[in-house]
């Protein structure tokens, strides 16, 4: 085959990829993450090679990257236009394939639609424009893992970039066959990671305890938070729990890997767990918009509807004010969520120090312009 026939046969197929896409975008109405319908798609539909899968699932992320801009265009322009804003640069042959279908020259503009609710030191500009591109894959480095980590990264021959404790890697790396998880490394976004930042701020105000520090992770999930703190609080009697009990047996699996065994956990909603014991500290990483992370789930641009900021800050309230009622005299609450909503971040914050706990630290991690998801963290004093 010469050069030109494997460049037309290529445009073919990657057009039919667009079309693809553009049949499964008719076809979502963001009912489930969209994650797993293309993969239920897929699995219906088995003509599709892997290649063919990671193409088109990747157009059609890209077309939901824009959001709601460019109103005027098709769904086949926007996913074009979407995946030329994927890249900064593009062979000649592309740039004429481009050209043929008279994409829009501006910038796009109402790419996140919920401005007006963000926390205030967020920067708009660049947290809009960074839902453009994937964030990348973060892990995070246990204690005392550090050299066996990059020495198993530096001979799988993977791209990654290591600071302090944060593994960087392109997304999509095969880390599962290099290294093991959450024995040597735990999978978790930047930004969680610097929870840590928090949990340090915590062990100095506490290093005149004498006793083993108890901890309730009140919406433990699979356990991230709480890895993190034992990682960083060493010392500690954890107690976990979680509304969902299938999240639960994922836990205590991680957990067995993670090596923490003497830990007490239990299924409970968090608006009416009535724990037997007060604790020192109370991790609170409370279900959210998740509005932080939308450039992993960038179908949430389209289909997020505004009304559910108010419901996720009303169950927030009903979690914290119920269980800080275990905290100990003096005993800390660590509030955590991955929203950029003023309404679940300061506003929870700034209406918890009115019920008399005192604001110690609060801060925006923002991952927006790290390729990392934006969270929010606050430690408050009762
Ligand atoms: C943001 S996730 C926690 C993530 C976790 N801390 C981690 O680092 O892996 C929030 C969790 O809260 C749980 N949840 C939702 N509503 C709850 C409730 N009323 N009581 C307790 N847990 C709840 C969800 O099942 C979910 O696992």
Sequence with gaps: MNDQSSTINHFKRFYSHVNTANTVLQAYKGEAPFAHYIRSFFSQHKKFGSKDRKQITELCYCFYR???????????????????????????????????????KQTPENIFSFKDHLSESIDTAAFEQSHLLQPDLFLRIRPRQ?????EKLQSANINFIITENTVRLPNGSKIDEVLILNKEVVVQDYSSQRVSELLNIY???????????????????????????KDVLDDIKLTVSDIRSSILANLKKRFAEAGIKNYN????????AAPDQKFDL??????????????????QLLFFQESRIAEYAKLQQNIISNVIKYLKPGGYLLYI?????????????????????ELIAESVLKGYDQQADTMFAALMRA
Excluded: M
């Excluded at 969520?337 to 706990?357: I, M």
């Design 66 to 104: 824009l959001g709601k801009s460019y109103p005027q265009l098709s769904i086949e322009q926007k996913i074009l236009k979407g995946y030329q804003l994927s890249k900064k640069e593009w062979p000649e042959e592309w740039l004429s394939f481009f050209e043929q279908y008279q994409l829009p």
């Design 203 to 229: 062990k100095s105000k506490i290093s005149h305890l004498k006793s083993v520090i108890s901890i309730w992770d009140c919406c433990a999930a699979s356990g991230g938070k709480s890895i993190l703190a």
């Design 146 to 150: 550090h050299k066996v980590v990059s």
């Design 265 to 272: 956990s239990f299924v409970s909603d968090s608006t009416i």
């Design 337 to 357: 969520t991955c929203s950029v909503f003023a309404e679940e971040n300061e506003e929870q914050t700034s209406n918890l120090t009115k019920q008399g706990l």
């Design 282 to 299: 109370i991790i609170a990483d409370v279900p959210c918009s998740g509005s932080g992370t939308w450039a992993r789930t960038p179908e």
